[in-house]
């Protein structure tokens, strides 16, 4: 029983072996890309695999959308001074009254 219990522990070595070979020769030989040295205060994005610029750009009447990069016009207006207990709409640009009636 001793030799088959050797035996079946010399097979398991070869076999975790030829598993493991394979992955560890492909680790060391072929490691991935985590940065770069970018130019000019840029900054390597991994999604992208490029590097980005660094600052955002200045735009004016909206907002910079970083996902696509671009300036995207303003949501909403500038809102109302509206009297006192009353709210600004952003939808309608209006004043609204009070949801609860004053007591």
Partial sequence: MHKTVK???????????????????????????????????????????????????????GWWDPVANTCRPAIATTPLACDNGWWWDPVGNVCRPPLLPPQ
């Fill in 7 to 61: 035996r079946a522990a010399g097979r398991f070595s070869v076999v975790a072996a030829a598993a493991f070979l394979p992955m560890a020769f492909t680790a060391a030989v072929t490691p991935a890309i985590g940065s770069a040295d970018c130019a000019g205060g840029q900054w390597w994005d991994p999604v992208a695999n490029v590097c980005q610029a660094p600052l955002v750009p200045n735009c004016t009447d």
